[in-house]
């Protein structure tokens, strides 16, 4: 499988200790994780990285998890890292899930944001229509592009979050996500983490979630648990399924202490 270079930031990523490597979801970026990955800079290096296909990475028509695995694997490779914690949200939860399922050694610890190891059907039908209903040949701005979307996407901050997606060229605007691959690529990064067949994680895991958010369901802890068998599960009151935007000071202090002392 070929494997891309992905763009990454760095927070101090050659200071001594466990790196931590923050991993966006669908249609982010990693810029989506600055403000966190700030702050656990503060004790720990800290990475994170453009998945394939979204923000300043590289793009392919493959887009499913053992491809981003390998991707990872190439980042850890070129970076010289021998063990990491895996902290995704969403897609990049499930990444992490498939990432410490076929590479167990180089996962110090895992945590999932608000998703399990399952198939989802979320639609994301509105999502696209927004994002092709921008005529890029006739925005002046980011604000010309949120109007044209908002008669299709009612939710203003969803329409913000897919606005960052949005750059000016010397040529004009464009998107730096390629709306053909990831909307054909809907089911698969819907679907469960193929890794999971036959293999568990032993190492320590925790899965955080909102509250209100219905991604990680009580019926989903079975499969969880037989699977990462370590695993622990946390509710982050009031927030959905941004955990971490929506409720940044308690998700912060739930993994501080996951991370630091390692509760399972």
Known sequence: MTSLSLHVRDYDATRDGTPVVLLHGFLGSGVNWHSIARRLNEAWPVLVPDLRNHGQSPHATAM???A???DLAALFEARGIERAVLVGHSMGGKLAMEYA??????VARLVAVD?????YHHGFEAVFRALRAVDLARIASR???DAMMQPVLETEGLRQFLLQNLEKTDAGWRWRIDLDILQAAVPVIQDAP????GRQFEGPARFLYGARSDYVTDAAEPLIRRHFPQAGLEAIPA?????YAEQPQAFLEA???FLERGEA
């Open 255 to 257: 993994l501080w202490r």
């Open 101 to 106: 399922l076929r590479h167990p050694d180089q």
């Open 143 to 145: 604000r010309d592009a």
């Open 239 to 243: 927030a959905g399924h941004w955990v």
């Open 64 to 66: 499913d998890y053992p």
């Open 194 to 197: 193929p890794a999971l067949e």
């Open 68 to 70: 981003m695995a390998a």
């Open 115 to 119: 998703i399990a190891p399952v198939r």
